[in-house]
């Protein structure tokens, strides 16, 4: 069973450019989430994929948007980056099961954004 | 909005004795808890979890309690071992679990 990866470990961009950063599920997953974590908080839920669709946004600007593809793998893009968008960014995988209210997400390593 | 707290940042404590984590909530709506444990520069490993229809879950050294009058949880880690030494989230969900909600993290350092 391959666990969740995420692709690149580390990114530096400069203000305003834009980036994408990439998540595979875990194997037999069909959900993903993206969060962003700052130094020394907690992760902040940016949105979640389910079946290909968007299954719930938190309080992140349309500049971060994302796509989740046939294979269950997913995107995230961040436009015209802030300095604050450093941060890392990390992808988790779940099963969501039809009339099941609650699924365990999985992490993955996550990928270290710095914005100069 | 601080949904979920942890208000202690760090816990330094003897191997073989018990460690205790907490947590506090403010969202009545949350049904769903779970704790991750995240080493550096990897991801939150899920340690365990409970529905807000228990008060306790147990698994192996590790045991959830929840206090729903009190809005309140606690991870219970005994015996202690150095290994466990890592940062502790504490995360909650309401409904459909699209967005969890996670504390600011306790580091749990455990000397031999």
């Known amino acids: 069973e391959t666990g969740v990866t995420q692709s690149p470990t580390h990114l530096i961009k400069t203000r305003g450019q834009q980036v994408t950063l990439r998540c595979s599920s875990q194997?037999?997953?069909?959900?993903v989430s993206w969060y962003q974590q700052a130094l020394g908080q907690g992760p902040q839920f940016i949105f979640q994929?389910?079946?290909?669709?968007?299954?719930g946004r938190g309080n992140f600007p349309p500049r971060f948007s994302g796509l989740q593809f046939p294979n269950y793998s997913s995107e995230l893009n961040v436009n015209a980056l802030e300095l604050d968008d450093s941060a890392l960014y990390l992808c988790?995988?779940?099963?969501?099961?039809?009339?099941?209210?609650?699924?365990?997400?999985?992490f993955g390593p996550g990928t270290r954004l710095t914005v100069l | 909005d601080q949904q979920v707290k942890q208000n202690s940042p760090s816990l330094s404590v003897q191997e073989g004795r018990i460690s205790i984590l907490n947590c506090d909530y403010t969202?009545?709506?949350?049904?769903?808890f779970l704790w991750y444990k995240k080493y550096p520069a990897e991801g939150p490993t899920f340690l365990i979890s409970?529905?807000?229809?228990?008060d306790k879950n147990e698994d192996g050294r590790f045991t959830v309690f929840l206090n729903k009058s009190a809005k309140h949880l606690s991870l219970h880690i005994v015996p202690s071992q150095p290994g466990d030494s890592a940062v502790y989230f504490c995360?909650?969900?309401?409904?459909?679990?699209?967005?969890?909600?996670f504390g600011a993290g306790t580091r749990l350092t455990v000397k031999p």
């Open positions: 988790a995988s779940s099963l969501r099961l039809a009339g099941a209210s609650t699924d365990t997400q999985y």
């Open positions: 995360a909650a969900s309401a409904n459909n679990n699209n967005d969890m909600r």
């Open positions: 994929y389910y079946r290909e669709e968007e299954n």
């Open positions: 969202n009545s709506m949350f049904d769903y």
């Open positions: 409970i529905s807000s229809i228990k």
């Open positions: 194997s037999g997953h069909n959900t």
